[in-house]
């Protein structure tokens, strides 16, 4: 099955840095990646999400980069602020015999002020 | 409703009894997912609907676990003779269609085992 990597597991950054988070995956016939924000006890929610056609995507501070050869993908924060305070996961959809999504182990992103 | 549903949001158990987990998915959304989640650690996926048939029940731990989902909408998941390690928040999520489209979670429901 697919296994996804993810880090790193805790990032802290000056408030208004930017912050990087990296996942790679091991299927390549995977084709779906999202992003997904959790706060402490609160639901996961999607971010962002970007789809095998295409190697980059922006939404205002947030953007992710997709490298299909190299079987990684990126998310990247920039101009971060205290709300950015949250744990972050990728996810991956492969299709085929699973349906659902395969999480990383998430980062811990602390903006600090 | 206007989000994914699920109840009850907390379940205190003792070992080796019977429980059972509400998800209602945002009207209209024909799949259904549910996950596991432990503290520290990603969702795991756990067994995906598209209407009323499982079309996926992979990632279910053993036959202790069960759900169904009668009417292609709500959806129940069962977990029979509990064990400690069962404790987790259970999470479930609906999308419009399967697959590469955004999926939408409820706050979860959190199961522990004692």
Do not use: M
């Amino acid at each position: 099955g697919e296994n996804v990597e993810q880090h790193p597991s805790t990032l802290s950054v000056q408030e208004g840095d930017s912050a990087v988070i990296k996942c790679t995956y091991s299927d390549s016939a995977s084709n779906y990646f999202p992003w997904y924000k959790q706060e402490l006890g609160k639901r996961p929610q999607l971010i962002i999400d970007i789809r095998s056609n295409v190697g980059e995507k922006k939404d205002q501070r947030i953007a992710v980069t997709l490298n299909k050869t190299a079987k990684h993908f990126s998310l990247h924060i920039t101009e971060t602020q205290p709300e950015d305070s949250a744990v972050y996961f990728c996810a991956v959809y492969s299709g085929g015999g699973a349906d659902g999504l395969t999480f990383g182990k998430g980062t811990h992103l602390i903006i600090q002020p | 409703g206007a989000g994914v549903s699920q109840t009850p949001s907390n379940k205190v158990t003792e070992k080796g009894k019977y429980v059972e987990l509400r998800c209602d998915p945002i009207s209209g959304h024909t799949a259904l997912y549910w996950y596991r989640q432990s503290l520290g650690q990603g969702p795991e996926f756990l067994i995906y609907f598209q209407g009323t048939g499982a079309a996926d029940d992979s990632g279910l731990p053993n036959d202790r676990f069960f759900a169904v989902r009668p009417e292609g909408s709500v959806s129940t998941l069962k977990i029979q003779r509990t064990e400690r390690g069962d404790s987790a928040v259970y999470l479930c999520a609906s999308s419009l269609t399967a697959g590469t489209t955004e999926a939408f979670f409820g706050q979860g429901t959190r199961l522990t085992v004692v």
